[in-house]
């Protein structure tokens, strides 16, 4: 048990639906990173957030957004769901804002599939 | 930008076969080179990493050696079990792409009985 949780861990829904994704972070942990993994694209960085506040943006459509709360949960939001966002979304957490030179740990993951 | 190419899989082996995974980089700077592991049906883990240039990162039987002039960070296992059937991600962090891991895109490992 990594000590992320995030939910739901399953998830089915129609095309042009909107769906929140939800992550805890460690205990202690400011800094939350969203993963799209898919067959296709493999494991695609979408946003960073520490202690709140955006740091790092990567493979992010723009119907996707995230935020961090002030309880250091974020959320993970994604609008005009298309049958190719299907896949599982992982939300990762770590003690500090970089990762170069720390770890990350990872929840189980949060499967969307788009019908 | 920084780019992480690593073996295509998948790799089946007996047990107790040695195992190797490469997996070269392309990145600015001084990256820091993880190796994650993904059990069925989990997450990933951190299995072993390496923050310079010579640096050698171990853990549960498994190595890997940070390799500049090559761009190399090969995964070996000198005996592999069942229990190491997952999919193995390795990854970069830092030199010029900061806060953020960039990850190959995994191999899957079978080890039969």
């Known amino acids: 048990d990594s000590g992320v949780t995030q939910t739901p861990k399953h998830l089915i829904t129609a095309t042009g639906q909107r769906v929140t994704l939800r992550c805890s972070p460690r205990?202690?942990?400011?800094?939350v990173y969203w993963y799209q993994q898919s067959l296709d694209q493999g494991l695609q960085f979408l946003i960073h957030?520490?202690?709140?506040?955006?740091?790092a943006k990567g493979n992010i459509l723009e119907r996707f957004s995230a935020q961090q709360f002030p309880d250091l949960h974020s959320e993970l939001n994604l609008s005009s769901l298309e049958l190719g966002d299907s896949a599982l979304y992982f939300c990762?957490?770590?003690?500090?804002?970089?990762?170069?030179?720390?770890?990350?740990?990872f929840g189980e993951g949060s499967r969307l599939t788009v019908l | 930008g920084n780019s992480v190419t690593q073996m295509e899989g998948p790799v089946t082996l007996s047990e107790e076969a040695f195992l190797t995974i490469n997996c070269t980089y392309t990145?600015?700077?001084?990256?820091?080179l993880f190796w994650y592991v993904q059990y069925p049906g989990e997450g990933l883990q951190l299995l072993l990493k390496?923050?310079?240039?010579?640096d050698k990162g171990s853990n549960k039987g498994f190595e890997a050696t940070y390799r500049k002039e090559t761009t190399s960070f090969h995964l070996e296992k000198g005996s592999v079990q069942v229990s190491d059937s997952a999919v193995y991600f390795c990854?970069?962090?830092?030199?010029?792409?900061?806060?953020?891991?960039?990850f190959g895109k995994g191999t899957l490992l079978t080890v039969n009985p």
């Open positions: 990854a970069l962090s830092g030199g010029g792409s900061n806060y953020k891991l960039t």
């Open positions: 990762a957490s770590s003690v500090g804002p970089e990762s170069n030179t720390g770890e990350l740990f």
């Open positions: 957030y520490y202690n709140g506040e955006e740091r």
């Open positions: 990145a600015t700077g001084y990256p820091s």
């Open positions: 390496a923050t310079k240039a010579d």
């Open positions: 205990s202690g942990d400011l800094s």
